[in-house]
């Protein structure tokens, strides 16, 4: 039991109903005109910022360097240099919105981002512990982040299960763990020597710095089997929004379909931090800024990863080129980017509501 | 208030406010007299009772508990009542489970003022005090300012998402400030954890006038936040000033988390599981839950402060990090027993 009458009030006026067999969404022409602004606008980035640099090339030489032409020194800085380092921006931003659009769906709360799965502070610990601990070992600072932040997701999960686990059961023991965790990161900030202090704050910033192949690789692995499924999910999305009790009424089955969200929500964030650190910010205001231009009553998905892509990849360029001397952490520069940009909208939209 | 009845679960116990309320206050003088006992030397309630009563100049008990620890139990019952009654008031008034005292950019603000202060040279505690209230206040300020929209004044929406927002802004500019400047991170790096020591006697009577404001202003706000819970629009049916009663809350939510922050850097979680364990003892009542959440808050402050003297002797270990590996797992264990949770 998929399709939903149209005399449902889920479905909003002007949205055209895609179904497929136990999956189904809807798609509004709002949406859509969001959506393919936002493509527009991330090509333009991706172009600008492969051009940018130390070694500049003018964009119809980037494009057609991507294509497979260009000059041995453009495939030198372009393929082996800079196109990395974009890539891991563009999927660890939609990669991140997109694990932020269904947590924040699934806690029905906009305050929820993946940090109350526990994933972020997790993977923060055990990266950080690595630092502190082990010295110099760099290459192990992902693989050290990835398994803290899925062990610290389980514990949450495993700590919220009494006969099934609740919604809103699992946020507040996600806040609860997430919180010890990070009195650990403090710890070991605070017990460190302040080298290792300094290099662990760099890394807690999040940054796509010296990305290249080795980082591409799993993370396009890990969004090709992940964002299908994320989107498959969103039937039960939508009904997971009125609550699990009318969630159930709808045919969902409850404990497995939540768990299927949680899973996808806790492996993209995961992804993202091991390959670029915690880069917070991006999943909280990407999927409310999405929301707040799409309309709707929950974050679109698609859209989110869209945006995310965009916000991270442009944050990047302006973290690269901003001071002539050094680089910003991204993490830093998507706030500065992305918050005001939610604030305007907060105040645009509280105007034309009255 | 929502509890899911299911067979084979028990009823929700009938709430006691008056009791806990109490008990609480039990509670809270018992860890008084625990905060000022124990340290590095434990003392014997006679010992205290000396030196409180009729000192003995040339005792070490005496400067042991006149110097040290009242103080520092002062000031932890002071920002222990503030940040609980903070934290129940920025929930209800964001209608937010996951809302905590920070989330108007307070601590996110006082931060930011500490760490220019602390390039600009300023030394000592009772220096960035008034740097972290400047901040706090002028962080608040701009929060509120960006929710209130419209008529209606700002809603728990815009309220939750507009200090995230300006949160997130104002904690990258500290840390962009800290990347450049490693000797500033290492002064910051020990006021951002959180802490009640070396706190002089001097900072608890700064920050005491504000946070007895911000209590009064809260318990006034009371029964106003039990409208509000019903909506805004029903509030407002029932004759309920929206706008003002905003307005009273976030004053109070900035004088007394303002204050606390100014006092002993960011506790704020503290400010988030307290209201949850108050709100499981009292139910949903703003009027029995903002004291109560004030007093659990003292208690589980100073609980914290005392178990951090002795963990790492003769080092200490700070409040922050002893609330977060404390508070945290007793929180757990709250939320995993309640059949059903009192949800807001």
């Known amino acids: ?13 002007g949205r055209r109903v895609l179904s497929a067999g136990r999956f189904g969404g809807t798609l509004s022409p709002r949406g859509v005109a969001v959506g393919l602004a936002g493509i527009a606008a991330t090509i333009a980035v991706t172009v600008v910022s492969i051009g940018h640099g130390s070694f500049t090339i003018a964009p119809g ?25 974009i890539l891991v921006a563009l999927m660890v931003g939609a990669a991140l919105a997109v694990s932020g659009a269904l947590t924040q769906t699934f806690a029905r709360n906009p305050l929820a981002s993946p940090d109350v799965l526990g994933v972020t502070n997790g993977a923060s610990l055990g990266a950080v512990a690595l630092i502190v601990l082990g010295g110099s070992a760099a290459t192990g600072v992902p693989l050290a982040a990835l398994a803290g932040g899925l062990v610290t997701a389980a514990a949450v999960y495993l700590l919220a299960w009494r006969r099934g686990v609740d919604g809103y059961r699992l946020v507040l023991i996600g806040i609860g763990v997430g919180e010890v965790v990070s009195g650990g990161v403090s710890w070991f900030l605070i017990r460190a020597e302040i080298v290792d202090a300094a290099r662990a704050t760099v890394w807690l910033n999040g940054s796509v710095a010296g990305a290249d192949w080795v980082q591409v690789r799993p993370l396009a692995l890990a969004l090709t089997v992940l964002l299908p499924l994320a989107v498959a999910t969103a039937f039960t999305l939508q009904a997971l929004q009125f609550g699990d009790d009318v969630a159930r009424s709808l045919g969902v089955r409850l404990q497995l379909a939540q768990l299927a969200v949680v899973l996808t929500a806790v492996a993209l964030a995961a992804a993202a931090v091991a390959a670029a650190g915690p880069i917070e910010f991006v999943a909280f205001v990407v999927p409310q800024i999405a929301l707040r231009l799409c309309g709707g009553s929950r974050p679109p998905l698609v859209v989110s990863a869209i945006l995310g892509a965009l916000l991270v990849s442009a944050a990047d360029l302006v973290a690269r080129t901003v001071l002539p001397s050094r680089e910003l952490p991204v993490g830093l520069v998507t706030a500065i980017v992305g918050a005001p940009y939610l604030l305007w909208l907060l105040i645009r939209t509280n105007r034309r509501t009255t | 208030m929502v509890t899911t009845l299911r067979a084979g679960r028990p009823a929700p116990v009938a709430h006691r406010p008056g009791r ?5 206050v039990a509670a809270v003088a018992m860890a008084v007299v625990l905060s000022l006992s124990i340290g590095a030397q434990t003392l014997s309630p006679a010992e205290i009772w000396h030196a409180l009563t009729d000192p003995d ?10 110097e040290l620890r009242l103080p520092r139990t002062v000031l932890g019952v002071l920002a222990g009542l503030a940040l609980g009654a903070a934290g129940a008031l920025m929930q209800g008034h964001t209608r937010n ?19 220019i202060g602390i390039q600009l040279g300023v030394g000592g505690l009772s220096g960035y005090i008034w740097f972290a209230f400047a901040g ?3 962080a608040s300020l701009a929060v509120f300012a960006v929710a209130t929209g419209g008529r209606g004044g700002p809603t728990p929406v815009t309220l939750a998402l507009a200090g995230l927002a300006m949160s997130a802004l104002l904690s990258s500019f500290t840390q962009a400030l800290l990347l450049s400047d490693d000797a500033s991170l290492n002064v ?33 706000n009371a029964p106003a936040l039990n409208a509000l819970g019903l909506g805004d629009d029903v ?33 704020i979680f503290l400010g988030l599981i307290v209201p949850h364990v108050a709100r499981s003892m009292t139910g949903p009542d703003h009027r029995w839950l903002i004291p109560c959440s004030a007093l659990t808050g003292a208690v589980l402050l100073l609980a914290a402060d005392t178990v951090g003297r002795v963990v790492l002797r003769p080092a200490e270990l700070q409040t922050g990090i002893v609330l977060a590996a404390v508070g945290a797992p007793f929180f757990i264990a709250l939320v995993r027993r309640r059949a059903g949770t009192v949800k807001l």
């Open chain 1, 1 to 13: 039991m998929t399709l939903l009458t149209p005399t449902t009030p889920v479905r909003p006026a």
């Open chain 1, 61 to 85: 030489d980037v494009v057609g360097t991507l294509l497979g032409g260009g000059t041995a020194a453009q495939q030198l800085v372009i393929l082996d240099l800079r196109l990395p380092r």
């Open chain 2, 20 to 24: 806990t309320l109490i008990g609480l």
């Open chain 2, 57 to 66: 100049p040339a005792a070490q008990a005496t400067a042991i508990v006149r």
């Open chain 2, 97 to 115: 489970p996951l809302a905590d005292p920070g989330l108007l950019g307070i601590s996110a603000g006082a931060s930011f003022c500490v760490v």
């Open chain 2, 136 to 138: 706090a206040l002028l």
């Open chain 2, 188 to 220: 910051f790096r020990f006021w951002v954890v959180g802490s009640l020591s070396g706190r002089d006697a001097r900072v608890a009577a700064q920050v005491a006038p504000f946070i007895l404001a911000g209590l009064v202003l809260a318990l006034v």
């Open chain 2, 235 to 267: 509030a407002r049916a029932l004759g309920q000033r929206i706008l003002s009663a905003r307005v009273i809350g976030v004053t109070a939510i900035v004088l007394l988390a303002g204050a606390a922050t100014a006092a002993c850097g960011p506790i």
